[in-house]
Nanobody, 123 residues
Framework: VQLVESGGGLVQPGGSLRLSCTAS????????MGWFRQAPGKEREFVSA????????LNGDSVRGRFTISRDNGKKTVYLQMNALKPEDTAVYYC?????????????????WGQGTQVTVSS
């Protein structure tokens, strides 16, 4: 199983980025997906999650109203649209595939993880 993130990079405060995560996972369409992030010296933090159908989402408090998660089951891809970026959003962003049927903020509920993509917000 592979989850491959892309779309990270350097952006100025107030800017936008769109992350993508494509999974080689046969059961992709039955699994909730999530995004987490980890900044240097900090614990991994929940960012956003989406149900298997895409009809339900959860967002972390620090990104609510700025980040939007979506998915395309036909392409086995989950997206994270990040707007109004702040320097404190700087981190490595990871996508993860949850245990079947569970949408959760807890990293313990996620079975497969990508390698991460760096997002740096700086002027």
């Amino acid at each position: 199983v592979q989850l491959v993130e892309s779309g990270g990079g350097l952006v100025q405060p107030g800017g936008s980025l769109r992350l993508s995560c494509t999974a080689s996972l046969r059961t992709f369409s039955t699994r909730p997906m999530g995004w987490f992030r980890q900044a240097p010296g900090k614990e991994r933090e929940f960012v956003s999650a989406i149900s298997a159908s895409g009809g339900g989402t959860l967002n972390g408090d620090s990104v609510r109203g700025r980040f939007t998660i979506s998915r395309d089951n036909g392409k086995k891809t989950v997206y994270l649209q990040m707007n109004a970026l702040k320097p404190e959003d700087t981190a490595v962003y990871y996508c993860a595939a949850a245990l079947v049927g569970i949408i959760s903020r807890s990293s313990a509920q996620y079975e497969f993880w990508g390698q991460g993509t760096q997002v740096t917000v700086s002027s």
